[in-house]
């Protein structure tokens, strides 16, 4: 089945950056869109970053866009999430999810089938 494990979160201070990393297991990298999912406490979760299955197309979210960027390794089964410029307001759990070849264009919580555990993200000074 299909096995999605995130890791690279942590504490950081605003202005800092983070990698998280998302390994995949279980599926063709080929045929799934990617996404990175971010849920603060009291809030509902929101897409923050997807990619499509094939030629790497991105959406991201306005709050995020310039200062985040989505990546995918086939060759490792790996998905990435490069954070830069981090805001208090960037914290929560992020989670690592697989979708359907179009989930990417969407990039909401119900097109995307598969998720990890989450690793949490905390910027504070």
């Known amino acids: 089945q299909v096995q999605l494990v995130e890791s690279g979160g942590g504490l950081v201070q605003p202005g800092g950056s983070l990698r998280l990393s998302c390994a995949t297991s279980g599926l063709v990298m080929n045929f799934y869109s990617f996404g990175w999912f971010r849920q603060a406490p009291g809030k509902e979760r929101e897409g923050v970053s997807c990619i499509s299955e094939s030629n790497g197309n991105t959406y991201y979210s306005d709050s995020v866009k310039g200062r985040f960027t989505i990546s995918r390794d086939k060759a490792k089964n790996m998905v990435y999430l490069q954070m830069n410029s981090l805001k208090p307001e960037d914290t929560g759990v992020y989670y690592c999810?697989?979708?359907?070849?179009?989930?990417?264009?969407?990039?909401?919580?119900?097109?995307?089938?598969?998720w990890g555990q989450g690793t949490q993200v905390t910027v504070s000074s």
């Open positions: 999810a697989s979708g359907g070849p179009s989930s990417w264009s969407v990039c909401a919580r119900p097109v995307f089938a598969s």
